[in-house]
């Protein structure tokens, strides 16, 4: 075997276990293997999880407080000030902040990754023949997916679909939108589905966020997934107004989304700083009720969505870290419920953008990441910063905080 791991905690078990790797793939996982392995590690009870996967974020968006002016943190403002910022974007520029975020999330253990690359007659192709070298260039660090993206609407924006169209010959993985910026959002929807069936690749929507008044957009995005036969092929983000319904229509669209088999991401960091802004008192959260969701059937998620721009200010691409944050906000309070959560960073998010080999099981992919904690309720609670990250059955990235104290 060319990698074993002695000693390590694994989520929901409850005795240390050994892991062996060889050729990139678990090959076991038992209390004691026998043998030795090329590399040896010893995990000394630490706890082992799957590696993160980050499955919505915008690598070409990442990075841009130093160019925007903004002054109200408005959904319209972030959205103006953008469009004003790429007009200046180039394909190194975004290919220079895009490196920053991938090579920090690899230190942090996220082993996948789907990026929205934004295609429009303002930034047409740069977006996505910035990102295409980069996906091969990782590629040992961590899986990349591009979903090519109309953040600023499709009917209305003339060329949007063509240039849509020729993204994904160039390379795209999946096709997606914001329908609900788009003056004909059902006209949107059917437009992106064309091209997903076209070149038969799944569908990513942002959907349902903002915190106004228009009518709900997935009963229209379930109808076409069962229409199309996309069942198992579609992903949303954000999904904020779910947060606002009632219990009996929250079961109600939960049950409908869980039988099209649509996978739904929560993105908290994102969605906590922009929803619920006109809200003067008892100010809404707003964000995917994710455990409540996944107590109905839908396979739920969560996600970075942006670092350090008009639409989230924050953040270093540290999946962990939102994994904390959703936790608190959702009131996550048991071991089994941490483990949920964590659940939504790893395997649940792998099975929302269509990774079949992801997990702490013989015969996937040995994409995983050893934590200076004990238990996911530690890892959850503080984001150990110590961690070694391996890919693929080979370590990739090794971090480990140093303090230095002067008592007096």
């Known amino acids: 075997m060319d990698l074993k791991i002695t000693q390590a905690w694994l989520p929901g078990r409850s005795h240390p276990c050994d892991i062996?790797?060889?050729?990139?793939?678990?090959?076991?996982?038992?209390?004691?293997?026998?043998?030795?392995?090329?590399?040896?590690?010893?995990?000394?009870?630490?706890?082992?999880?799957?590696?993160?996967?980050?499955?919505?974020?915008?690598?070409?968006?990442?990075?841009?407080?130093?160019?925007?002016?903004?002054?109200?943190?408005?959904?319209?403002?972030?959205l103006q000030e953008t469009a004003n910022a790429k007009r200046s974007f180039t394909i190194a520029d975004i290919q220079?902040?895009?490196?920053?975020?991938?090579?920090?999330?690899?230190?942090?253990g996220t082993t996948a990754m789907r990026s929205h690359v934004e295609v429009d007659p303002l930034i047409q192709l740069t977006g996505i023949k910035a990102l295409l070298p980069l996906r091969d260039k990782y590629a040992w660090g961590i899986t990349l997916q591009l979903a090519i993206f109309a953040q600023e609407g499709i009917t209305n924006q003339p060329g949007t679909e063509a240039l849509l169209r020729q993204a994904m010959t160039l390379g795209g993985d999946v096709i997606g939108s914001a329908p609900y910026v788009d003056p004909e959002p059902e006209q949107n929807i059917c437009i992106v589905f064309d091209i997903a069936q076209a070149f038969n690749c799944d569908v990513d929507f942002h959907l349902d966020f903002l915190d106004d008044d228009a009518p709900l957009l997935l009963p229209l995005v379930i109808a076409e997934t069962l229409k199309r036969g996309w069942r198992g092929r579609v992903c949303l983000g954000h999904m904020t107004k779910l947060a606002g319904l009632p219990p009996g229509e929250l079961e109600a669209i939960a049950t409908a989304t869980a039988t099209a088999g649509i996978s739904i991401l929560a993105l908290p960091a994102t969605d906590l700083y922009m929803m619920s802004r006109r809200d003067t008192h008892n100010v809404r959260r707003g964000v995917a009720p994710a455990q409540t969701l996944a107590a109905w059937g839908v396979n739920t998620g969560v996600a970075t969505n942006n670092v350090q721009n008009l639409f989230t200010p924050f953040g270093d691409g540290d999946l962990l870290?939102?994994?904390?944050?959703?936790?608190?906000?959702?009131?996550?309070?048991?071991?089994?419920?941490?483990?949920?959560?964590?659940?939504?960073?790893?395997?649940?998010?792998?099975?929302?953008?269509?990774?079949?080999?992801?997990?702490?099981?013989?015969?996937?992919?040995?994409?995983?990441?050893?934590?200076?904690?004990?238990?996911?309720?530690?890892?959850?609670?503080?984001?150990?910063?110590?961690?070694?990250?391996?890919?693929?059955?080979?370590?990739?990235?090794?971090?480990?905080?140093?303090?230095?104290?002067?008592?007096?």
Do not use: Y
């Open 321 to 408: 870290k939102i994994c904390t944050l959703l936790a608190q906000v959702l009131h996550l309070n048991t071991a089994a419920s941490h483990e949920a959560c964590l659940a939504m960073a790893t395997t649940q998010a792998a099975q929302a953008i269509g990774l079949s080999k992801h997990g702490l099981v013989p015969g996937n992919d040995a994409d995983l990441v050893i934590l200076e904690a004990a238990s996911v309720t530690e890892a959850i609670g503080a984001a150990p910063s110590n961690r070694t990250v391996i890919k693929k059955g080979r370590i990739v990235a090794q971090s480990q905080l140093h303090q230095t104290r002067f008592p007096t």
């Open 20 to 78: 062996a790797i060889d050729k990139g793939t678990i090959i076991e996982i038992a209390p004691a293997i026998s043998g030795t392995a090329t590399t040896m590690l010893e995990a000394q009870g630490k706890l082992v999880i799957p590696g993160l996967v980050d499955a919505h974020i915008h690598l070409d968006k990442a990075f841009l407080l130093d160019r925007v002016d903004w002054q109200t943190g408005t959904f319209t403002e972030a």
């Open 96 to 108: 220079t902040r895009a490196r920053r975020v991938l090579e920090q999330a690899i230190a942090f």
